[in-house]
């Protein structure tokens, strides 16, 4: 075996593969995208452009990744095999990870002294919207995963950056499975500036002595009679549903054939008959609405099992006898065949699909046969999840799940910190069997996982080759496929695989290519000027940045500031708070969640509260009447005094959000601090002098006034007076002594 020789790599570290140095070599020409199969290297062909490029260009290598185990697993390699000085000290190291969990200052030191980054995007792009670091001495940026480069996700926003403000960028791009759509690849390449593309197959010859055999099985179930009953339980109240929307003249399709793509079309005659004012048109999107819970139930019954079936038709049922569940779980909770169906699922005592006992038999036979193997098995729903893990935990197989962070309150999910140590127990041998959802699918490296189950077949090519990824990476491997016989897990696994068979005639089509004809526009250096904040100050609530607006603000020169705002997304000044809702988030809030009371709270922070209600048919979102959504305004407008401003879009509020801070700086001249307000009574003129306090706005006002019953009682209040009402701190209540006591000059 022959050894890479590099003067940044270690000695006898990194085999040297034919195709891994080609591929670095037309990689430090352009901007590329790597296209390789998963175990075949893509790190290490990083590794070796990024010793090349700091080697001969200086500068820092910015390395993304969209997980922070994934982060964690690259800073490793790199530390491993790079040949860098490293200091005794560790806060000295050139090598530093940025996931979010480190405070803003210390990021900033650490970028400042650091050779090599490794970050999630996410992370990347709140420290560039608020300036913390600038991309300019960036010589090499890094994206794994970069299928993901689409939409709003942050990648695209890092890139664009890097690429306009750099002085010598290069892109790395890299991925396994870019996607069967041949568009979206394209996507791809024009957000990331890639203008060329290197792909390997398994099956070329300079690949192919690195090939271990993936033997792939099918394991065919029938589903239990009692199973299949609740189904057919299901699929005739999709029946019923359908000919309930057939007889609103809406074209709907047989349910065998009611597939993601028919329900889209469906969902597009319902709102096409919404925007005609068309009556019925609502009652038929809360019918789409039970149709959508309908088939989910289907799926999980098919593919999961009895007992993740039986807690989401309970569920269901909780949400349609609560107050607060929406019209179609209240129509299914009150239907006489959904409700012999829940009853009849309360006495299913123990799991009746046999998905979990087959999983346990092939577990055991791969642990009695390969003692030392790894086993990953691979379910798309938490609750599953967890049911493996203690159907096999009691069984005697030693096993953890791996799961995403928590989304709700009430999910129990995984921080990234005990991601990270699951995985490496895992590699470790302290348990033999990792049983996880999608986040464990991407690049994740345990080279001794030896059998991969799938436990149902996915739709997507991209989850199917990632996750058949995991195993066949240093040695043969082995990967099941638990199909229910006649289900959805078979339709699945025939729509992946001819996705798979599209994908890689598009990449033997791109890799004949190698280049694209011309350099996407949109990247042309602009310098670091542009991006440097030249415009009016606004202080953004850190939970705000992954939506569009934040980006277009921060392009558009704002300077930004991120911080967790008690009330509104939007800071400006000391007079505005700005709460921003989608049209569709305003009526979702108006009615799950206290609207009013949110809004309310705001508008007693600041003298100038502005709500932006973004997109159009505010009226046509969901089944209430237009003058009830009216009296929602004229409630907020007259009673509360909010400014009410509507925009079209992510890129027309921030526009809007610029001229209001612009505005507010004071392009017109000086404005009043505490502008005049006409009609108030003597309880409001005394609250709205108490507000203009330092620090103290409407809230704070009131609190004082009720405590000290007067105006003047609060002008002569002591220091100790004033901290013991809840809520004055002692800076506050300096200031409003001082206020009070000091002469004025």
């Not at 997980?67 to 790079?82: A, G, M, S």
């Not at 005609?276 to 019918?287: G, V």
Request: hydrophobic content about 40%; some cysteine; charged content about 25%.
């Amino acid at each position: 075996m022959s050894f890479i020789t590099h003067p940044l790599i270690r000695e006898n570290s990194i085999e040297s593969r034919d195709y891994q140095l080609a591929i670095a070599m037309k990689a430090l020409d352009a901007n590329t995208m790597v296209i390789l199969p998963t175990g075949l290297g893509k790190t290490a062909v990083a590794l070796l452009v990024a010793a090349s490029r700091i080697y001969n260009e200086g500068g820092k290598v910015l390395m993304l990744a969209p997980t922070k185990p994934l982060v964690d697993q690259h800073l490793h390699f790199f530390e491993r095999f790079l040949a860098i000085e490293r200091p005794s000290d560790p806060t000295k190291s050139p090598f530093v990870m940025f996931t979010g969990e480190a405070p803003p200052l210390e990021r900033t030191a650490e970028w400042n002294r650091a050779k090599f980054c490794f970050a999630t995007p996410q992370v990347v792009k709140n420290d560039l919207i608020a300036e913390r670091y600038n991309l300019k001495d960036v010589t090499l940026m890094i994206v794994d995963e970069c299928h993901r480069a689409v939409g709003n996700y942050a990648y695209v926003f890092c890139a664009q950056r890097y690429l306009g403000t750099s002085d010598k960028p290069l892109v790395l791009a890299m991925t396994a499975s870019p996607g069967s759509i041949n568009e979206k690849v394209q996507e791809v390449c024009a957000n990331l500036g890639i203008v060329h593309v290197e792909t390997r197959t398994e099956e070329d010859s300079d690949v192919r002595p690195y090939v271990y055999n993936r033997d792939i099985e099918i394991i065919t179930i029938d589903l239990p009679q009692e199973l299949a009953t609740a189904i057919s339980a299901l699929q005739r109240l999709i029946d019923d549903r359908l000919a309930l929307l057939s007889s609103l003249r809406f074209d709907v399709p047989k349910r065998e054939k009611l597939s993601m793509k028919t329900l889209f079309l469906l969902n597009a005659q319902i709102q096409q008959r919404i925007q005609e004012r068309d009556k019925t048109a609502y009652s038929a999107a809360s019918l789409y609405a039970e149709l959508m819970k309908l088939r989910h139930a289907i799926t999980l019954g098919e593919s999961q099992g009895s007992e993740v079936l039986k807690s989401y038709i309970a569920k269901l049922v909780s949400e349609g006898v609560s107050g607060g569940g929406s019209k179609a779980s209240q129509r299914l909770a009150k239907d006489p065949i959904f409700r012999e169906l829940f009853d009849r699922s309360i006495e299913w005592t123990h799991e009746l699909h046999p998905k979990p006992e087959i999983s346990l038999s092939l577990v055991r036979q791969q642990l009695q046969e390969h003692p030392n193997s790894r086993i990953i098995i691979f379910a798309t729903y938490r609750d599953t999840v967890q049911l493996l893990v203690d159907y096999l935990n009691k069984n005697g197989i030693s096993c953890e799940r791996f799961v995403g962070q928590a989304i709700k309150d009430s999910e129990k999910g995984l921080s990234q910190k005990k991601q990270i140590a699951a995985l490496n127990r895992f590699r470790d041998g302290e348990f033999k069997v990792l049983i996880a959802t999608s986040v464990g699918e991407e690049g994740l490296d345990v080279p001794s996982t030896d059998m991969v189950i799938f436990y149902e077949a996915v739709p997507s090519e991209i989850r199917s080759i990632q996750r058949k990824g995991r195993t066949g990476r240093s040695a043969a491997g082995r990967v099941v496929v638990l199909v229910s016989h006649g289900t959805s897990d078979e339709v699945y696994r025939f729509v992946s695989q001819a996705k798979e068979k599209m994908m890689h005639k598009s990449m033997r089509k791109m890799g004949s290519m190698k280049s694209f004809p011309q350099k996407p526009t949109g990247f042309e250096q602009v310098g670091i000027d542009k991006f440097t904040p030249q415009g009016p100050k606004i202080i953004i609530d850190d939970r705000e940045t992954s939506s569009k607006v934040v980006e277009v603000l921060s392009s558009m020169g704002a300077a930004i500031r991120l911080e967790r705002l008690l009330y509104g997304d939007y800071a400006i000044g000391d007079r505005i708070l700005v709460e921003r809702k989608t049209a569709r988030d305003f009526v979702d809030t108006l009615i799950n969640r206290d609207l009013l009371g949110q809004v309310k709270l705001m508008a007693e922070a600041v003298p100038r509260p502005v709500l932006i209600i973004e997109g159009r048919d505010l009226y046509l979102q969901r089944d209430i009447h237009p003058n009830a959504i009216k009296g929602v305004l004229a409630a907020l407008t007259v009673d509360m005094g909010v400014s009410i401003l509507f925009t079209k879009d992510e890129q027309d509020t921030a526009q809007m959000l610029f001229v209001l801070a612009n505005r507010e700086e004071g392009e017109r001249g000086e404005r009043k601090v505490h502008p005049h307000k006409s009609h108030r009574s003597l309880k409001d003129e005394q609250e709205y002098v108490v507000s203009a306090f330092p620090d103290i706005g409407m809230k704070n006002a009131r609190i004082l006034l009720a405590n000290f019953g007067s105006l003047k009682a609060i002008t002569n209040a002591e220091i100790p007076e004033l901290l013991a009402v809840k809520g004055i701190g002692e800076k506050t209540a300096q200031k409003i002594f001082d206020l009070c006591h000091r002469t004025y000059n």
